[in-house]
Nanobody, 115 residues
């Protein structure tokens, strides 16, 4: 059974940093995309950062230069380093992994940035 567990969320002041981690367990075949999404209250879920097998990554325009996605395939982990956080980054952050034809989601971790 595949399971994704996020950690590292919390409350931080504007300008601060957080590092999110996502631990994936279970049987995976050919993990391709590993990504972070977020969903703020009354807003649609949006893609924040994605990293493909082999290293290419893309970011939501509003987080470019502040957030960095990384992955450790040996440990089946994906990370999101978030610096210079802003109140508008407040959301539930979700880990997302594509393995073969399957897509998996974590349960989410709350990030709250106070002004």
């Amino acid at each position: 059974q595949v399971q994704l567990v996020e950690s590292g969320g919390g409350l931080v002041q504007a300008g601060g940093s957080l590092r999110l981690s996502c631990a994936a367990s279970g049987s995976f075949v050919n993990i391709g995309r590993m990504a972070w999404f977020r969903q703020a209250p009354e807003k649609e879920r949006e893609l924040v950062a994605v990293m493909y097998a082999g290293g290419p990554s893309n970011y939501l325009d509003s987080v470019k230069g502040r957030f960095t996605i990384s992955r450790d395939d040996a440990k089946t982990m994906v990370y999101l380093q978030m610096n210079s956080l802003k109140p508008e980054d407040t959301a539930v952050y979700y880990c997302n992994v594509r393995s073969g034809a399957n897509i998996y989601w974590g349960q989410g971790t709350q990030v709250t940035v106070s002004s």
